[in-house]
C-alpha cells in the first residue's frame, strides 16, 4: 500500500493522484490568529519588563509604512500590467509570482507586528489610566499608534499585492453557458 497519512488509511481512502502543492490565498482567521498571539506576547512582555525595555523607537513604524507604500503601488502597477492596459508593460510571470510570496509573507508580518502594537498600546493605555501619569508611557503612546497604523495598512497594501496579482478570467477560458449574455 502506498504511503498514506494514518488518519487517511483509518477512513478507507483509496490512495489518489498525488495533487501537487498549491497556494492558496492569505486565509483572514491566519491574520487574526498570529495577531492575537502576538498581543498576547507583547502584552505579557511589557507588563513584566517594561522598566528594564528601552523607549519605543519611531524607526519600525516608518519602515513598515514604508513597506506598505511600496506594496500599495506594486499592487496598482501589477494590475494594470496583468490587465495590459494602456502604456503598461506586459507583466512577467516569475515577477507576479515572486509578488505573490511577498505578498503573503507580508500580510503575515503586518498581522505579528499588528498584533505587538496592539498589546504594547493596551498596555500602556491601561497602564495610564492606573496609575500617576509616567513620562515614558505618554511617549510612547503615540510611537505605539503609529506603529499600529502602519501594520495595519501593510497588512491592507499586501492583501491588495496579493489580489491584483490574480489573472483575470477570458471569455475563452469559462465553460459553455457561463460566458457573458449578449
Known amino acids: 500500500m502506498d504511503q498514506l497519512p494514518e ?10 493522484p498525488q495533487q501537487p502543492p498549491r497556494m492558496g490565498p ?3 482567521t491566519t491574520l487574526i490568529v498570529a495577531g492575537l498571539a502576538a498581543a ?6 511589557v507588563s513584566g519588563f517594561y522598566g528594564e525595555l528601552p523607549a519605543l523607537p519611531w524607526l519600525p513604524a516608518a ?9 500599495g503601488y506594486l499592487a496598482i502597477n501589477t494590475k494594470a500590467r496583468i490587465e495590459r492596459r494602456p ?7 516569475l515577477a507576479v509570482a515572486r509578488y505573490v510570496v511577498l505578498a503573503k509573507a507580508s500580510s503575515l508580518a503586518g498581522s505579528l507586528f499588528s498584533g505587538f502594537y496592539a498589546g504594547v498600546l493596551l498596555w500602556l493605555l491601561v497602564e495610564r489610566s492606573r496609575s500617576e501619569p509616567i513620562t515614558a508611557i505618554s511617549e510612547d503612546i503615540p510611537k505605539a499608534i503609529a506603529g499600529l497604523v502602519a501594520s495595519l495598512a501593510l497588512v491592507a497594501a499586501a492583501l491588495w499585492l ?8 477570458r471569455p475563452e477560458d469559462q465553460p459553455d453557458g457561463e460566458g457573458p449574455r449578449e
Open 162 to 169: 496579493e489580489r491584483s496579482c490574480r489573472v483575470p478570467k
Open 87 to 93: 502604456g503598461h508593460e506586459p507583466v512577467d510571470p
Open 26 to 28: 492569505t486565509r483572514p
Open 63 to 71: 519602515t513598515v509604512a514604508a513597506l506598505a507604500v511600496l506594496e
Open 40 to 45: 498576547a506576547l507583547a502584552w505579557l512582555l
Open 7 to 16: 488518519r487517511s488509511r483509518r477512513r478507507g481512502e483509496e490512495p489518489g
